[in-house]
Nanobody, 123 residues
Framework: QVQLVESGGGLVQAGGSLRLSCVVS????????MGWFRQAPGKEREFVGS????????YYADSVKGRFTISRDNSKNTAYLQMNSLKPEDTAVYYC????????????????WGQGTQVTVSS
């Protein structure tokens, strides 16, 4: 059974930084595309960014481009989302996602979900 466990969420002031981590178990990590989505109250879950396999390419939503960075460490079965210059509108539950296809660009590409971690950015 594939499990994704996120950590690193919390409360931060606008302009601050957070790093989310997602540890994957139950499937060879290097064969998974990894991504992050977020869902704010009353809104649909939206794509934040992803990192492909085996060739490393990264995709980002326009709203986070230049501020967020996705990375992966295959030796630790872990994906990361580094979030800088955070804004109040980044407040949401952030979900780690994994897919058996080579890339994740939207919800239908996701095969496995994490439980979510809350990120709150105060103004």
């Amino acid at each position: 059974q594939v499990q994704l466990v996120e950590s690193g969420g919390g409360l931060v002031q606008a302009g601050g930084s957070l790093r989310l981590s997602c540890v994957v178990s139950g499937r060879p990590f290097s064969n998974l595309a990894m991504g992050w989505f977020r869902q704010a109250p009353g809104k649909e879950r939206e794509f934040v960014g992803s990192i492909t396999w085996p060739w490393i390419s990264r995709y980002y939503a326009d709203s986070v481009k230049g501020r967020f960075t996705i990375s992966r460490d295959n030796s630790k079965n872990t994906a990361y989302l580094q979030m800088n210059s955070l804004k109040p509108e980044d407040t949401a539950v952030y979900y780690c996602a994994a897919g058996r296809a080579s890339s994740i660009r939207n919800l239908v590409d996701v095969d496995y979900w994490g439980q979510g971690t809350q990120v709150t950015v105060s103004s």
